[in-house]
């Protein structure tokens, strides 16, 4: 776990709300489809995937994925640019399957809180790896949260 400065990032993505019970191929389909944009018009991967939640409604999940750009481009349909904004982050790498997030998630904001920090209402995770690729319990997400 670290604090870290972070430079802004552009984005591809598709932001929507989904229960959570959807979430797995709610993002599976949106990344495919800006995947399929993206080698469409030669526009190259600058990062790992990342999803941004604006709340933790599990019925009602804000959420907005996608993938880092570096250069400028135009969306198409529901596909948007978007930015991850510079600034501060408390982060930590989270290693093991997906339903087991949340004990990272409980680790990082104790870690905030021992610092004396506060976070934003949204944070993201990156997805270092892929389910499709490694085994449930080699799956590497980086959560951040953003500070105040």
């Known amino acids: ?9 552009n ?3 598709v932001r929507l709300v989904t229960p959570i019970s959807k979430i797995s191929d709610v993002m599976g ?34 959420v907005e994925m996608g993938f880092p750009i570096a250069i400028d481009v135009k969306g198409e349909n529901r596909i948007k640019t978007g930015q991850i904004p510079a600034g501060k982050i ?5 290693c093991g399957p997906y339903s087991t997030l949340e004990e990272t998630y ?8 021992e610092k004396g920090l506060e976070v ?3 944070m993201y995770e990156y997805y270092l790896n892929s ?7 080699e ?4 959560i951040c949260y953003v500070l105040k």
């Open 139 to 142: 799956l590497q997400t980086q």
């Open 1 to 9: 776990m670290e604090i870290k400065d972070v430079q802004k990032q």
């Open 11 to 13: 984005t591809l993505m």
């Open 131 to 137: 389910p499709m690729e490694v085994k449930p319990e």
């Open 90 to 94: 408390a982060t930590a790498i989270h």
């Open 120 to 122: 934003e209402e949204w």
């Open 29 to 62: 389909e949106a990344y495919q489809e800006i995947g399929e944009f993206m080698a469409k018009k030669g526009i190259p991967f600058s990062g790992a995937p990342y999803a941004r939640y604006y709340n933790m409604n599990m019925e009602a999940l804000d």
């Open 106 to 113: 409980t680790k990082l904001m104790g870690f905030v809180k």
